[in-house]
C-alpha cells in the first residue's frame, strides 16, 4: 500500500523533471499571483493536497483520497468528505480496470503523482475485507518505519487516477486522486507485501494518454517490478502527519 510519502524537490527541479511550463493552477496560462503555490513536503499523508501531472504537460493540486464523481453531493459535518459514499488512497493495479469505483477514472483520469519516496511500517499485516482499503497494522509503536527512494531518481512517479467530485450544488468540485498499488518486488516484500505503482519515464506517455488499455497494465507492472530501490530505517517521528522536515527520513 502507499499511505505516506514525500516530495521535497523545489519547483524548478518538478518543472525540468516533467518538462513542464511553469507550475501554474490546472496548468493554464495565467498571471503570477495565481501560479499554482508549491512547498516541498517530508510527510504527506492521506486527505492533503498532492501534486498530480496530468496529459498536456501540465501540473495541478489534488485531495489524497478519490471519491468517484457518481458520489451523491452532501458533506460530512465539519469534512470535505462525503456524507454518502466513501473515498479511497489506493487502488489495486489488478482491479482497477474493472472495480465499479475505480474503472471511471482509469479509463479516462489518468495522472502521475510525483515523489520523492515513500514510507513504509514493518509490522504484523492483516488483510482486510476490502482489498483496496489500508491493511489493519499493530500500533505504530510497534512498528519501525522505512523510507524507500528511487536508487536512480531523484524525483519517480506514481500510478494515479482522478475524479472530481460535487460536494454541494452551490459548491466547487473537488479534484481527488488515488495511488495505485502493486505487489512488492523482493526485498521490499519482507516489510510489506503491496507498494506503489511506478510507472518508468518510458511509459509516462503511454499512462497520461491513455494509451495503455486494460489488457497490457501487466506489463506495466512487470516493467514497475524491475526498477531498482533502497532503503532505511527511520525514526518514529513520521508517525505523525503533523511532523514535518527532512529529519523524518535520516537513518534512526
Known amino acids: 500500500m502507499c499511505g505516506?510519502?514525500?516530495l521535497f524537490a523545489d519547483r524548478e527541479s518538478i518543472e525540468a523533471r516533467y518538462a513542464l511550463s511553469p507550475l501554474r493552477a490546472g496548468g493554464a496560462p495565467a498571471p503570477a499571483a495565481t501560479a499554482l503555490r508549491w512547498t516541498p513536503r517530508y510527510n504527506i499523508a492521506p486527505s492533503q493536497p498532492v501534486l498530480a501531472i496530468l496529459a498536456g504537460k501540465t501540473a495541478t493540486m489534488m485531495r489524497w483520497g478519490l471519491i468517484p464523481t457518481s458520489t451523491p453531493p452532501g458533506l460530512r459535518p465539519g469534512r470535505v468528505a462525503p456524507a454518502h459514499g466513501r473515498e479511497w488512497i489506493n487502488a489495486r493495479a489488478e482491479t482497477v480496470a474493472t472495480k465499479a469505483a475505480f474503472r471511471a477514472a482509469f479509463a479516462s483520469g489518468r495522472c502521475l503523482v510525483p515523489a520523492s519516496g515513500y514510507f513504509e511500517w514493518e509490522g504484523k499485516a492483516e488483510i482486510a475485507a476490502d482489498?483496496?482499503?489500508?491493511?489493519?497494522?499493530?500500533?505504530p509503536s510497534a512498528r519501525r518505519p522505512?523510507?524507500?527512494?528511487r536508487e536512480d531518481e531523484a524525483i519517480f512517479s506514481m500510478a494515479g487516477i482522478a475524479a472530481e467530485w460535487q460536494p454541494e450544488p452551490d459548491l466547487e468540485p473537488i479534484a481527488t486522486c488515488a495511488i495505485l498499488t502493486a505487489?512488492?518486488?523482493?526485498?521490499?516484500?519482507?516489510?510489506?507485501?503491496?507498494?506503489?505503482?511506478?510507472?518508468?519515464r518510458e511509459w509516462e506517455p503511454l499512462w497520461l494518454e491513455g494509451a495503455l488499455p486494460a489488457d497490457r497494465l501487466q506489463a506495466l507492472v512487470d516493467a514497475a517490478a524491475k526498477l531498482s530501490w533502497v532503503s532505511r530505517v527511520v525514526g518514529d517521528a513520521v508517525n505523525s502527519p503533523r511532523n514535518e522536515g527532512a529529519s523524518l527520513i535520516q537513518p534512526r
Open 4 to 6: 505516506r510519502f514525500g
Open 146 to 149: 522505512h523510507w524507500y527512494e
Open 131 to 139: 482489498p483496496d482499503e489500508p491493511f489493519r497494522l499493530t500500533p
Open 183 to 200: 505487489p512488492a518486488v523482493p526485498g521490499v516484500a519482507a516489510v510489506h507485501s503491496r507498494m506503489p505503482l511506478v510507472v518508468p
